[in-house]
């Protein structure tokens, strides 16, 4: 009996971080023979000399407390497959393109079987003749008026992802498939058994979703006419949205959900947006509010920065307000900023000439961390620094107008912003702190 009493209290006696290091082991089993061996959850990330591995990491200027909220969210979703890990990232064109969140997002889904839960928002690009993700394809059919929020005076009430389409046509559709434009191995394809489309009505028009040929659903109208939800019989990876009625009807995004556990990431960009830009939008707050976000990434400031009269004080209250404006809708999600990379000016006769603002706006982001209680991921630190992005030119990781990257050079970004919240995710299961 005694030997027995003291059995149950050694296994009584396991701490938190030791339950923490055997779960750890559990995901670190290897779910192929590549995995064999392995003793991070990091990537392994081949990548060139001036980038700075050691500053490869979240920073927390001031409270950290929300990231541990964060990271305990995560600890069910891997650990025990339930619940469901919101992912939101907003910014501008980096984020538009999709390469950068889309590696992102492959590489948490990698973390384990089963953590597909959902596309979650997205935007139907090309019916606003703009450049789009790679991970979906959309067309459309008929006429389709288009606003965003990087015009002064938008004519439309916009919302989260800074765009709307309108249109009084029955005729008029859009055709949405979860599945990769040119597929890669491994490559993830989403299913969803429910349909939010978001938009607003200014007469009769509703959205609604056709299934097939005859096969027409209608929508559970919100009652603030801000979104109608379509449950699904089953799960599918492809819709088609059209309108019916008198009058018009405005779509400002379409959130594809998933009744099954796992991780969303959302990706809301605009090329050319600021934090003027998304100030502009008056229901930001009521569809984030619907993705429930656990964090929210902000990669807004290079087009902020790119002129000479920025100001660093007006960047921070901007900055600000967008936050009080996040946590308005999510007040316990955590928040990470992304610092502005290095980037040129193309000035006339004198040709690209590096933009000093770069170091300007990192310290300004260091200040926001550390005044708001937000992580900061120092991209310009990162990257190499002052006049690092024409190194990453001349390996083809960046552009020729030296402020975008190309498609390896947003993949790179991605596996690095991957490590570092798995740098901090490792820390959180060996400790009880961050």
């Known amino acids: 009996m005694k030997r027995g009493t003291e059995t149950r209290g050694r296994i009584g006696a396991i701490t938190r971080a030791e339950t923490r290091v055997l779960a750890l082991l559990v995901i670190l089993l290897p779910l192929t023979s590549a995995l064999l061996g392995a003793q991070t959850l990091q990537r392994s990330v081949p990548q060139p000399e001036y980038v700075r591995a050691e500053c490869n ?14 990271y305990a969210k995560m600890d069910s979703v891997l650990f025990l497959g339930s619940g469901h890990l919101s992912i939101v990232h907003i910014g ?13 997002r492959e590489n948490l889904l990698g ?46 009430r916009l919302g989260l992802t800074g765009m709307a389409l309108t249109t009084g046509e029955d005729r008029s559709y859009i055709q949405v ?28 028009r509703e959205p609604m ?74 229901d930001l707050e009521r569809d984030l509010a619907l993705l429930r976000p656990d964090l929210v990434i902000l990669g807004i400031g290079i087009n902020d920065a790119s002129g000479p009269n920025f100001s660093e004080d007006g960047f921070i209250s ?18 990470l900023l992304l610092s502005n990379n290095d980037s040129c000016r193309r000035i006339r006769k004198r040709g690209y000439v590096t933009n000093p603002n770069g170091a300007v706006a990192e310290r300004a982001f260091l200040r926001i961390g550390k005044d708001c209680g937000a992580g900061v991921w120092d991209l310009f630190e990162i990257m190499g620094g002052l006049g690092s992005i024409k190194k990453w030119e001349a390996d083809a990781l960046a552009q020729r107008d030296k402020i975008h990257f190309t498609e390896a050079g947003y993949e790179l970004l991605g596996d690095l912003l991957f490590n570092a919240l798995m740098d901090r995710y490792e820390q959180h299961l060996m400790n009880d702190d961050l």
């Open 111 to 156: 973390l384990r079987p089963g953590l597909d839960g959902g596309r979650g928002l997205l935007f139907p690009f090309s019916a606003a003749h703009t450049n789009s993700p790679g991970s979906f394809t959309t067309n459309y059919s008929g006429y389709w008026k288009v606003s965003k929020n990087t015009s002064k005076s938008p004519d439309k």
């Open 209 to 282: 979703l056709i299934l097939a040929p005859g096969d027409t659903l209608c929508g559970r109208k919100a009652s603030n006419d801000s979104c109608w939800t379509f449950p699904l019989p089953t799960f599918t990876d492809s819709l088609r949205l059209t309108t019916r009625g008198k009058g018009e009807f405005t779509l400002t995004g379409l959130i594809l959900e998933s009744s099954r556990p796992g991780i969303t990431v959302s990706e809301i960009g605009v090329n050319g947006a600021s934090l003027a830009s998304y100030a502009r939008c008056p």
């Open 177 to 204: 498939t979860a599945v990769p434009r040119d597929p890669k191995p491994g490559q993830a394809h989403f299913s969803f058994d429910s349909v939010r489309v978001l938009g607003y009505s200014g007469a009769e």
């Open 92 to 104: 501008g064109s980096h984020v538009q393109a999709g390469t950068f969140t889309g590696r992102l």
């Open 57 to 70: 990491r979240i920073l927390f200027p001031g409270d950290s407390s929300a990231f541990g909220k964060l």
């Open 318 to 335: 901007g900055y600000k307000l967008l936050i009080d404006r996040i946590h308005s809708a999510a007040p316990d999600c955590a928040v």
